[in-house]
C-alpha cells in the first residue's frame, strides 16, 4: 500500500488499513521495544500502547520525516514512558571523567538477534537505555539527555561505560 494512501485511510479511521499497519509494523516496533525493555509482556504493552498513539495521533505525522521513523520514535517514547514507571534508570559512573573518543562501534559477530538480545538484556537499564538511543536509534547525546533528564555527560559516560561493558560481555562469541 503506498504511504500516501494508507495515510488517507489511517486519518479516516480505516479500521482495515489499521490492521495492515499493525501487521506490517509490529514486527520490526516488537524488536525496537523489546531492545529497551527485558520483559516480553513489557514490550508487547509498549508496542500496543504505542501503536494506539499511532493510531490516535495521526494527524499529528507532518509528513517531514519517513513514517516508519515516525513510528519508531513513538515506540522509544512509551518504551521511556514504561521504564521510568517499572524501574528506576540507575546511571552508575555519572561524573566520571569523558576522555574524547571516537563514536564508532559495531558488533562484528556471528550472532543471532536473539543472542543479541541476551547480551542487552545483560546491561543495566541505564547503559541499555543510552546505547540503544545512540547506537541504534541514532540520537545525539544532546537529545538523549532531554529525553531522559540527564546531563550531556552523563550520556556519554553510561554510552562509555555501556561499550566497556559489551566488550566484555562479547568476548565469549568471538572466534
Not at 31 to 49: F, G, P, T
Not at 111 to 118: D, F, H, R, T, V
Amino acid at each position: 500500500m503506498q504511504t500516501q494512501e494508507l495515510l488517507i485511510r489511517l486519518r479516516d479511521q480505516d479500521r482495515m488499513a489499521q490492521k495492515w499497519l499493525y501487521e506490517h509494523y509490529s514486527p520490526l516496533m516488537f524488536s525496537v521495544c523489546r531492545r529497551y525493555l527485558k520483559r516480553r509482556e513489557d514490550a508487547e504493552e509498549a508496542l500496543i500502547s504505542g501503536f494506539f498513539k499511532v493510531f490516535s495521533q495521526i494527524d499529528a505525522f507532518t509528513e517531514a520525516g519517513s513514517f516508519e521513523g515516525w513510528i519508531r520514535r513513538i515506540m522509544v517514547n512509551e518504551c521511556l514512558m514504561m521504564l521510568r514507571k517499572t524501574q528506576p534508570l540507575d546511571f552508575p559512573g555519572d561524573g566520571r571523567e569523558i576522555p574524547d573518543q571516537p563514536d564508532g562501534f559495531n558488533i562484528e559477530s556471528e550472532m543471532s538477534a536473539k543472542e543479541i538480545l541476551e547480551v542487552l538484556d545483560q546491561l543495566p537499564p541505564g547503559y541499555r537505555t543510552v546505547f540503544n538511543l545512540y547506537v541504534l536509534e541514532g540520537f545525539k547525546h544532546v537529545e538523549i539527555a532531554e529525553m531522559l533528564g540527564i546531563s550531556i555527560n552523563t550520556s556519554k559516560s553510561q554510552l562509555i561505560l555501556a561499550k566497556e561493558k559489551l566488550r566484555s560481555l562479547l568476548k565469549r562469541f568471538e572466534v
